[in-house]
């Protein structure tokens, strides 16, 4: 199967500081990982694509300056959250699928990080 | 670009009674559908998926869905629910070739009550 980990799974920061988020494909590697953010009893929605050694495609309205994508390498993928403010309080998951399988292999999502800034 | 619609926001329903969640899609290209499961302050896990062939694929946890291709649905049934299914239950579609994101529904809220 595909595992994909996500850490931390919770994370409390103060205002103004800078949260990282990792997200690892443990047995495969995912040349393309996605960003999702989900707010509170809603929806996921998509906040960029991350291509490993390329810069990550962002949604429309996403701050790229704000939401700091990194993918150095075939299994990580990183998100840092810089200058967090208590709006970027949510739940933040990442997902990976095997190169050239388009959906087919399916989507493997980590468990989340629940993210609140105090 | 695709869109998916899920009709209900919530559905009650009592144990071991059947259950079915509605999904419409919107796509001018082919696609892959999905359903996912989600339990609270946790990831998603993959229910089932239509790639392609057979219109009823059947999934984990007693799940089933049909693809209909002219009513552009892919709805998720289940014939007898128990407590454990109470969670939040996601519709998802992306495009069948390359590594295109996932595009979700709003989500339904099952609940299974005893």
């Known amino acids: 199967g595909a595992v994909v980990s996500q850490h931390p799974s919770w994370v409390i920061c103060k205002s103004g500081t800078s949260v990282k988020i990792e997200c690892r494909s443990l047995d495969f590697q995912a040349t393309t990982m996605f960003w999702y953010r989900q707010f509170p009893k809603q929806s996921l929605m998509l906040m960029a694509t991350?291509?490993?050694?390329?810069?990550?495609?962002?949604e429309q309205g996403v701050e790229k300056d704000k939401f700091l994508i990194n993918h150095a390498s075939l299994t990580l993928s990183t998100l840092t959250v810089t200058s967090a403010h208590p709006e970027d309080s949510s739940f933040y998951i990442c997902?990976?699928?095997?190169?050239?399988?388009?959906?087919?292999?399916?989507?493997?999502f980590g468990s989340g990080t629940r993210l609140t800034v105090v | 670009a695709q869109s998916v619609t899920q009709l209900d926001s919530q559905v009650p329903v009592f144990e071991e009674a059947p259950v079915e969640l509605r999904c419409n899609y919107s796509s001018s290209v082919s696609v892959y559908l999905f359903w996912y499961v989600q339990y609270p302050n946790q990831g998603l896990q993959l229910l089932l998926k239509y790639l392609s062939g057979s219109t009823l694929v059947k999934g984990i946890n007693g799940f089933e869905a049909e693809f209909n291709k002219s009513q552009t649905s892919f709805h998720l049934r289940k014939p007898s629910v128990h407590i454990s299914d109470t969670a939040e239950y996601f519709c998802?579609?992306?495009?069948?070739?390359?590594?295109?994101?996932?595009?979700f529904g709003k989500g339904t809220r099952l609940s299974v009550i005893a």
């Open positions: 997902s990976a699928t095997k190169p050239g399988t388009g959906g087919a292999y399916g989507y493997t």
């Open positions: 991350s291509n490993e050694g390329s810069k990550a495609t962002y």
């Open positions: 998802a579609v992306s495009e069948n070739s390359g590594n295109t994101p996932l595009v």
